[in-house]
Nanobody, 123 residues
């Protein structure tokens, strides 16, 4: 099972930007589709973005389209989420995820999860 560690969360003002990183170890990352999810207090986990093994295909949740961008650097065994034009509604714990099947990631069926990193957007 691949081990995932998120970083880059913190406090940012509305309209600002933040980049999250997800470092993988234990397995070769290019064998895994990757994704980002988030969960706010009292709410269900929400799909944010997904990327296939090669990085050629991406998919985004409706609320982040045009503002967030997912990418990966397989040589560095790292995935990223660039978040721009942040809103208070984006406040949540963000989790990275990995699975051998891209369709499973898009549908929230995930084999490996990171521990999460807190993102707080102030108004």
């Amino acid at each position: 099972q691949v081990h995932l560690v998120e970083s880059g969360g913190g406090l940012v003002q509305a309209g600002g930007s933040l980049r999250l990183s997800c470092a993988a170890s234990g397995r070769t990352l290019n064998n895994y589709a990757m994704g980002w999810f988030r969960q706010a207090p009292g709410k269900e986990r929400y799909f944010v973005a997904a990327i296939n093994q090669s990085g050629s295909t991406t998919y985004y949740g409706d609320s982040v389209k045009g503002r967030f961008s997912i990418s990966r650097d397989n040589a560095k065994n790292t995935m990223y989420l660039q978040m721009n034009s942040l809103k208070p509604e984006d406040t949540a714990v963000y989790y990275c995820a990995a699975d051998g099947n891209y369709v499973r990631i898009v549908n929230g069926l995930v084999g490996s999860w990171g521990q999460g990193t807190q993102v707080t957007v102030s108004s």
